[in-house]
């Protein structure tokens, strides 16, 4: 069933595959993923399961993405975003209708801009400076 923008289960499912697969094949992405990830296909179901819930309103992802990203907090970086919203973007444009393919490049924007925020913005509670 198509809920809008022409995405549906199955251009997700498809669209989470290959995706992860380059994601894995990649030199920067790659090592990241492969180490925090001990069963790919179940994973691969949970990731489509968050993007039915996103572009579909399916209600079928049940995951904390902030808590299940801060375990692994020492390895990730701004710039192994940037990479990922790259290579999304990339995958996106070749697998979907163009429509489609702006939405899901701009939820996934707003979604890495959320996870950047929860997983690295702090106050800077600097100490007062004292006159002398």
């Not at 549906?8 to 180490?35: C, H, I, K, S, T």
Request: glycine share 6%.
């Amino acid at each position: 069933m198509d809920y809008g923008h022409g995405i549906d289960e199955a251009g997700l499912e498809r669209l989470v595959e290959r995706f992860y697969a380059q994601v894995r094949a990649d030199a920067e992405l790659g090592p990241v993923f492969n180490d925090a990830i001990a069963d790919w296909p179940e994973h691969l179901h949970k990731l489509t399961a968050f993007w039915s819930s996103v572009m579909l309103t399916s209600g079928r992802y049940k995951g904390q993405p902030v808590p299940a990203h801060m375990k692994h907090l020492d390895r990730i970086t701004p710039e192994l975003f940037e990479r990922w919203l790259g290579l999304w973007n990339e995958t996106t444009a070749e697998l979907m209708q163009p429509e489609a393919a702006m939405a899901l490049q701009a939820k996934a924007a707003r979604i890495a801009e959320s996870l950047q925020l929860a997983l690295f913005f702090t106050l800077d509670h600097a100490k007062p400076q004292t006159a002398g």
